[in-house]
């Protein structure tokens, strides 16, 4: 065996193992939710570029920092299967299909829609925060990006990649996907790149979550452990 193989089955073995037998024994089956993602999210594609179904789609999912802050809301759920209307569809159904599939097979399908919202509303709320801030402040952004259009199902693919990546041991591919939406920020200052590190920066946040349980719940039982036995 050699060192790429012993690299990649200690990066993505854990992952591997995971996934394949449900997917083996079920198909298709084991992913009812990433499947109707992918057909919503294609279906959404193809009526945002007609005439008839333009306006419905902008009223239902598109959200900009410069809408009143309840009907943002209100539309992020939604956003999540709007794709980018300058980037190529097939990459967002690729991303969804892949990401959102094998984050259904590992989490289940209600903790992978509620990690995506929550990476989506993330990106939504530092949109208003950054515009606050102004260009002048480190995490500011300027008043133009108030008119831009949120970055769709783009943070959620990104925020469930870091996640699984941490959970299931992919550190490295996980630390590569920091660093590829960090480079995408420093070369190219946009609100989607920051939107996606609003998105990775909640997410480690979550990940966090289970280790200081885990550490509270050691210091409990260390000093627990030293109580004197209760008496009769």
Known sequence: MNTLTRWARAEWGLLYVTVREPLLR????????????VCVTAFLHYAQNQSWGSRLVRDLGAVRAEDPLWIALLRTPFSLFVPALDLPVWGALTQILLVFGIAEICLGWWRTLTLAYAATLAGTLYARLGIWLGPAHPLGLPGSDAHVVDTGPSAAVVGLAVFLGRRYGASVTAAGVIAAMAVEVALKENLAGKEHLAAIAVVLLLCGVPALRHRRAAATGVAGSGLPPMRS
Do not use: D, L, Q, S
């Open 26 to 37: 079920r198909g298709w089956r084991v992913v009812p939710m990433t499947i109707g993602a």
